[in-house]
């Protein structure tokens, strides 16, 4: 069992950067493949990025390359999600997954993939 708490999130002008952050509860940490998911007013939630259990292997949906970063701090059981060049269509609520694939790489996009979320924090990117 994993609990997972956002923050970082806030309102923006466009261009503008946030840093989101997921701290997890659990001793086992450095096994859960984490991601972010977004999911925007009467959208979908959509995938954003994941990271693998021990850092080296991330993926981004194509809308974030290059604007986005995923990464991991296995000694503090947080993952962050740097977010720079911020658009208004980046604006949703940001959820954090996590599940339970040590020794695991394939990227993890749907989120029936994932076991344990957060409850989200709120980015609003103004133009």
């Known amino acids: 069992q994993v609990q997972l708490v956002e923050s970082g999130g806030g309102l923006v002008q466009a261009g503008g950067s946030l840093r989101l952050s997921c701290a997890a509860s659990g001793r086992t940490f450095s096994g859960y493949f984490m991601g972010w998911f977004r999911q925007a007013p009467g959208k979908e939630r959509e995938f954003v990025s994941t990271i693998n259990w021990s850092g080296r292997s991330t993926y981004y949906t194509d809308s974030v390359k290059g604007r986005f970063t995923i990464s991991r701090d296995n000694a503090k059981n947080t993952v962050y999600l740097q977010m720079n060049s911020l658009k208004p269509e980046d604006t949703a609520v940001y959820y954090c997954?996590?599940?339970?694939?040590?020794?695991?790489?394939?990227?993890?996009?749907?989120?029936?993939?994932?076991?344990?979320w957060g409850q989200g924090t709120q980015v609003t990117v103004s133009s």
């Open positions: 997954a996590a599940v339970y694939r040590p020794y695991d790489s394939d990227p993890k996009i749907d989120g029936t993939d994932y076991d344990y």
